[in-house]
């Protein structure tokens, strides 16, 4: 079954950096679009950014436009979410997310940006 697992939140100063990664299991992950997503308490899900399967061709909310940066090893079965100049606004909970047909999400990796 298909599976996903984010990795690298934590705990980061404004103006700081942080790496998501997201291993994917249960599907060929070089065939699919990998999304990620985030989620701030009391708010709606949103897209934050999307990366097609070959790696070229990435899009990202206005929001993150020019500080957040989505990559992709398909050797590794990995997606990456690299988050510079951090923001107390980026704090939420980041998930990654395949479309196979149907959603999967992974159980998501806590970013919090506070000083």
């Known amino acids: 079954q298909v599976q996903l697992v984010e990795s690298g939140g934590g705990l980061v100063q404004p103006g700081g950096s942080l790496r998501l990664s997201c291993v994917a299991s249960g599907f060929t992950f070089s065939n699919y679009f990998m999304r990620w997503y985030r989620q701030a308490p009391g708010k709606e899900r949103e897209l934050v950014a999307i990366?097609?399967?070959?790696?070229?061709?990435?899009n990202y909310a206005d929001s993150v436009k020019g500080r957040f940066t989505i990559s992709r090893d398909n050797a590794k079965n990995t997606v990456y979410l690299q988050m510079n100049s951090l923001k107390p606004e980026d704090t939420a909970l980041y998930y990654c997310n395949v479309r196979t047909g149907v959603d999967h999400w992974g159980q998501g990796t806590q970013v919090t940006v506070s000083s």
């Open positions: 990366i097609p399967s070959t790696g070229t061709g990435t």
